[in-house]
């Protein structure tokens, strides 16, 4: 542990954890930065056995911080959203070992439902087994670690084809690899897709991690992908009833050049209005990334049938589908819900864990 006299003294101030400073019911901090004294500094720090005693100057204000307290500066913990703290892929890497459970147990067993959303977390998707196939279940699935995302297609939709589709979706055509709702702002950042009957001639299903190939494209053309990541893309639904859209780059970062989210949907990509130059380079890298990502190393392919339940990250995943038979009967509910409410579930899945280790 660092001696407190060689930390920021803001910082160090501003982490106290004493009832002066945080309400202890909660933990939320009691008072603004600009509040604190602006010739702010420790003076005094005493070692005791469980941690340090700071007492501050110019105001006297005495501070504890436990032995256990994070003292180093250099290494912040990853962003549970951006590519540094998931395991990136390839259909290879996944051929044969699908990360699966069986909906029983992961309802009855802690343990199996931190498996299931910590792989959802890690590689972007999990695939439940044995979820009756009756009407409404994909709202369940939400539920049982977030909050359903409720948007123009209901809270509850349904794939099948349909007579007058406002969606390509609703039809048997091939659909290539895309995230959905890309011209909604936010975008639902979890899918979760039921299957209630698969009796058809293809319609087999598809997922592309979209974290590894943007990686990809970034290590074999540096400067397509920074196009890709600078470029404001606009993407647009409409129908008789909704008119949606936004503007974000295809693959976007973090403040320190880290992948965080994946958004591509040709189906849906709007007129670029740009200088020619810039289209021109636009659409080089975006012919490359779209190639890039019907490699059919990248892709993992699956067929879901009845009681399987796919959860998988919307703004990290890429799914797609093979053409199929519309003269049979495929039928998939689903639901959106978003991550902040998984990692939520896991992280106090874990808390628990740990408590009663």
């Known amino acids: 542990m660092s001696a407190p006299t060689l930390l920021p003294p803001l910082w160090l101030r501003d982490n106290c954890g004493c009832a002066d400073c945080r309400d202890p019911r909660n933990g939320q901090k009691l008072f603004q930065i600009d509040e604190l004294p602006e010739d702010l500094a420790v003076a005094e720090a005493r070692e005791l056995d469980g941690g340090w005693e700071v007492r501050w100057a110019p105001d006297g204000h005495s501070s504890f911080y436990p032995r256990e307290f994070a003292f180093a500066l250099s290494e912040a913990p990853p962003d549970p959203r951006t590519e540094t703290a998931k395991q990136l892929w390839q259909a290879a890497d996944l051929t044969g070992c699908l990360p699966e459970a069986e909906w029983t147990a992961y309802r009855q067993d802690p343990a199996v439902a931190e498996r299931v959303l910590g792989d959802v977390a890690r590689l972007g998707f999990c695939l439940l087994r044995g979820v009756p196939a009756t009407s409404g279940k994909s709202l369940e699935v939400a539920e049982s670690f977030g909050f359903v995302r409720e948007t123009n297609y209901g809270r509850l939709f349904e794939v099948r084809v349909e007579e007058n589709p406002n969606n390509l979706a609703f039809t048997s055509a091939r659909i290539t690899p895309h995230t959905d709702n890309p011209y909604r702002d936010p975008v639902p950042t979890l899918q979760i897709l039921h299957c209630l009957a698969n009796e058809v001639e293809g319609g087999d299903s598809g997922l592309v991690d979209g974290f590894a190939a943007a990686a990809l494209l970034r290590a074999e053309d540096p400067e397509g992908f920074a196009v890709l990541t600078r470029t404001p893309v606009p993407f647009r639904f409409a129908d008789q009833n909704t008119e949606l859209s936004a503007e974000h780059p295809l693959i976007a970062v973090d403040p320190l050049g880290q992948i965080r989210e994946v958004r591509f949907n040709n189906r849906s990509t709007a007129t670029l209005r740009l200088p020619a130059v810039e289209l021109d380079a636009f659409y080089r890298a975006y012919r490359r990334f779209a190639a890039l990502l019907l490699r059919p190393a990248l892709r993992l392919d699956f067929r879901l049938v009845p009681e399987d339940c796919l959860i998988f990250d919307n703004t990290r995943l ?30 106090v899945l874990r808390r628990d864990r740990q408590d009663h280790a």
């Open 318 to 347: 890429l799914h797609a589908r093979t053409a199929f038979d519309s003269g049979g009967r495929r039928l998939l509910q689903g639901c959106y819900a978003d991550l902040d409410g998984l990692l939520s579930t896991l992280t």
